[in-house]
C-alpha cells in the first residue's frame, strides 16, 4: 500500500505587510501575479467612505513591509476585489464591487500597471461581493455580483465586453432576498460553475444548466441568516461541502452528495468566527479551517467527518479584532499560507512551515503508532515483513535519532526530545515510507 506525509500544522511568526492608515477598513483580500514576475501578489479593498483598492507587490524577499500601491481612491464603501485576466491580454487585471455608488468596477492591468477606472455598471443596489470565473464555459472570465435582491451574472466576450443578465431578482423570488456573501465552485460535477451564496434564506447554490439557467438548492429548510460562506472537501468523498457563518458568528456546514445537501449541525461550537478560509493546510486530502476571531487566528485540522483537532495558536493579538482571512501560497513552496487583516490597520501573512509533501512509495507493510500524539514511548504495529530500521526526523528532514533495527515487542524511547512535531521514517529494502508520529 502507499501512504503520504502529513503532520499538525505549524506556521510562522507574522509578517507585517501593512500598518499604517493605508491598511485600515480592509474589507476582502484577494492574491494573484499582478506584474507577471512569477511572484503571487496582495490587493485589498478598504471601505471606509472615502474607500480604496490597494496592491500590494511580492518581491523574492517577500511581503513584508511592501509599498503599497493605490490602484483607487475613491473606491466609496468597497466591500470587495477579485481577479482575473478578463480581456485576455495575459495580465491578472482588479475588479471590485463599491456599494456607495452602487459601482462595479474594473481595472485593467497595463503591463503591471493600473491606470484606468471602468465602471461596468452602477445601478445595483448594496453591492457585497463579486467574483470572477468561465461562469457559460467560453473560455473568458465572466463576472458573479451580489447585493440585496439580486444575483447578476456579467457574461464576456473574451475582450472585456459584458452583457449584464440576472440569475436571480425580487421578481423572480418570493422571498426578500440580501446575498451576503459568494463563491463559486462545480458543485454537482456537471463541468459548470455555480454561485453559492450566503444569504438571507441560508445557504443557497444556483445550479448552472449551461445554458444560461439556474435553479437555486437551499441547504436548509430552516431559514437562518447567513453572512459567510466557503466550500470545501469536509468528509473527504471528493464533493466541494458548504460552510457557513451567521451574524454571530455561529458555524455550521452541509453535506454535498453531488445532488442534494445534508445539514450536519454545529461546527466549532464556543468559538466567534470573524472570518475563516477552507482549505487542505496540510496535504492530507482533507479540508482545514483558519479562523480569526477576537485576538486569535487559529488553525483546525479536518478530520474528515466533520470534526476537528484541538486549534493550533497562528497568531495571539490580544484584544485586537482580526476579521479578513485568505488562504494562498505565497511563496510558491506547495503550501498555503495565512494573511489576515485587522480593521484598526493591519495587513499580516504567515508562511506554512509543514514538511514538504513526499510522494507516495510503495511499501511492503503498513504500520500505526499507539499513542498518537505521543509521550514518552511509542508502540509501533506492523503488517507484513516491517521495517530495517526507524528514525525520528524533525519537521526539516533532518534526523534527531537513529533507532535502528527493532524487533517485536521492542518500544521507542522518545525520552530527551524535546515537545514537538516530529516525523517517524520506517526504512524497509529499497522502500521508505513516512508518517506522523
Known sequence: MATTAWAHGQFGAAQIIDNSATALGITSIATADLNNDGLPD????????????????????????????????????????????????????????????????????????????????????????????????????????????????????????????????????????ECMDLVIADIDGDGDLDPVTAESLGGVDYRNAGDGSFTPQIADPVIAIMQRVRLGDVDGDGDPDMVLTDFLGNMRWYRNDGATWASEGAMLTGITVKGFGLMDMDADGLADLVVASIGLITYHRGMGDGSFAAPTEVYNGGATFLDEVNLSDMNSDGRTDVIWSAPAGTL?????????????????????????????????????????????????GRPVRILG?????????????????????????????????
Not at 130 to 145: E, K, Q, T
Request: proline share 5%; hydrophobic share 40%; with cysteine.
Open 42 to 177: 496582495v490587493v485589498t479593498s478598504n471601505g471606509y467612505s472615502t474607500g480604496h483598492i490597494t496592491a500590494y507587490l511580492q518581491t523574492v524577499n517577500g511581503l513584508a513591509g511592501a509599498t503599497p500601491i493605490l490602484i483607487d481612491t475613491i473606491a466609496h464603501l468597497a466591500e470587495e476585489v477579485s481577479t482575473a485576466d478578463l480581456n485576455g491580454d495575459g495580465w491578472t487585471d482588479v475588479v471590485a464591487v463599491c456599494r456607495l455608488n452602487n459601482e462595479v468596477v474594473w481595472y485593467p492591468n497595463v503591463n503591471g500597471t493600473f491606470n484606468e477606472r471602468i465602471v461596468l455598471d452602477n445601478a445595483s443596489p448594496s453591492l457585497n461581493g463579486v467574483v470572477a470565473g468561465d461562469v457559460d464555459g467560453n473560455g473568458s472570465m465572466d463576472l458573479v455580483v451580489i447585493g440585496q435582491h439580486l444575483i447578476d451574472l456579467y457574461r464576456n466576450d473574451g475582450t472585456g465586453m459584458f452583457t449584464k443578465e440576472a440569475i436571480l431578482t425580487t421578481s423572480t423570488s418570493p422571498n426578500i432576498l
Open 348 to 396: 499580516a501573512y504567515h508562511v506554512n512551515e509543514l514538511p514538504t509533501v513526499v510522494s507516495p512509495v510503495e511499501a511492503d507493510a503498513s504500520f500505526a503508532l499507539y499513542p498518537d500524539p505521543d509521550m514518552e514511548h511509542i508502540a509501533v504495529r506492523f503488517s507484513g515483513k516491517g521495517p530495517q530500521q526507524l528514525a525520528v526526523l524533525d519537521v526539516q
Open 405 to 437: 533495527q527493532l524487533h517485536l515487542g521492542d518500544r521507542i524511547d522518545l525520552h530527551g526530545l524535546a515537545a514537538g512535531v516530529y516525523l517517524l521514517q520506517a526504512e524497509s529494502g529499497e522502500t521508505v515510507r513516512w508518517v506522523k508520529p
